[in-house]
């Protein structure tokens, strides 16, 4: 699994993810002060979407890669506070192994 973080991202890093991302294209997360970036295999990114969706104040976008029918990055939109709080969540909880195994 790879984790990144963009703070303060440009209007083209967003226009890419915007264009790539599962929901409607025109609804922009409420908050993009950060995107974080969490690539791997299926499963991991439907744990790490899971730990996400319950932080406080992150948008998660499943981004679509070269073949649409597999889901292998997410970006994580928020504060930088919310997006950095909630990578340390997945990456703890993914490759400490706790509550998913």
Do not use: H
Not at 7 to 28: A, C, E, F, Y
Not at 67 to 74: D, F, T
Request: net charge negative.
């Amino acid at each position: 699994m790879d984790i990144r973080i963009i703070k303060n991202p440009s209007r083209g890093t967003l226009d890419i993810l915007m264009r790539r991302k599962g929901s409607l294209k025109d609804q922009v997360p409420p908050v993009c002060e950060a995107v974080g970036l969490v690539q791997g295999r299926m499963i991991e990114m439907v744990v790490a979407a899971d730990i996400a969706e319950k932080a406080v104040g992150v948008t998660v976008e499943d981004i679509k890669g070269s073949c649409p029918q597999n889901m292998i990055l997410l970006a994580i939109f928020g504060d930088t506070a919310a997006v950095e709080d909630a990578l340390v969540q997945i990456k703890q909880e993914i490759e400490g192994g706790s509550r998913y195994l």
